[in-house]
């Protein structure tokens, strides 16, 4: 694969998660790690972390624990998340087998999984049937 390639893989990863997240109600894009982190909250709660600090351009979503497990066994492109708990959060990378249905999906996941922890009347949806 050249750079050029590589770049565009890159550039679909965060665009992607981007674009999801910023679809979803209530969703911000905050910096507070400096300028290399793209860091998504819902009422202040961190869902979506993207950066490129290690030198590989990652995702980093929340997760079940048996999902994480299991989605990090199913794609070699998912791994422990990066700084944060490793049976609750995961990464994703660049790959060609990584899709944008299954980021999107893996984006929302992370949401409503933050959104299920508010105070009921912080939700900006029911988690129960979003999505």
Known sequence: MN???R???ILDLHSCAT???MELPSATLTHPFGPDWDVFKVRGKVFLLLTAVTGKHQ???KAEPLDAEALRSEHSFI???YHMNKRH???VHPDPQLTP???AELVTDSYRLVVEKLPRSQRPIDPSTFG
């Open 7 to 9: 770049g565009s893989a």
């Open 89 to 91: 959060w995961v990464s």
């Open 79 to 81: 791994t422990p998340g």
């Open 3 to 5: 750079s050029s390639s």
């Open 19 to 21: 674009a999801r997240a």
């Open 59 to 61: 995702a980093i979503l």
């Open 101 to 103: 249905e299954l980021l």
